[in-house]
């Protein structure tokens, strides 16, 4: 099972960036992904979750709004869209998998992860 983010880069204040986790192994329709971000010195905190076939949805309020997550099983993708990103979204995101049902927020139940991708948002 392995799992690769990308798609992170250099954007203005006010910008987008569309991420993807790109996945391989067991079938991705059995696993529900998660992203993730950290910043130097801080918790890898959560940003939004979607469970195995979509129907559940979950964002850190930090996010609402602003991101979006959806995923296409067929192609082994689950996609982070980041619309008006500010400063303070600036940090490393991951992606990672959890097969339990549902969303977790909880870092430690996800037992896939991917290698990070960084987002720069500059001012």
């Known amino acids: 099972v392995q799992l690769q983010a990308s798609g992170g880069g250099l954007v203005q204040v006010g910008g987008s960036l569309r991420l993807s986790c790109a996945y391989s192994g067991r079938p991705l329709n059995n696993l529900a992904v998660g992203w993730f971000r950290q910043t130097p010195g801080k918790e890898r905190e959560f940003v939004t979750g979607?469970?195995?076939?979509?129907?559940?949805?979950s964002y850190a309020d930090s996010v609402k709004g602003r991101f979006t997550v959806s995923r296409d099983n067929a192609k082994n993708t689950v996609y982070l869209q980041m619309n008006s990103l500010k400063p303070e979204d600036t940090a490393v995101y991951y992606c990672?998998?959890?097969?339990?049902?549902?969303?977790?927020?909880?870092?430690?139940?996800?037992?896939?992860w991917g290698q990070g991708t960084l987002v720069t948002v500059s001012s």
């Open positions: 990672a998998a959890y097969s339990g049902i549902g969303i977790t927020r909880t870092t430690y139940d996800y037992k896939y």
């Open positions: 979607i469970s195995r076939g979509g129907e559940f949805i």
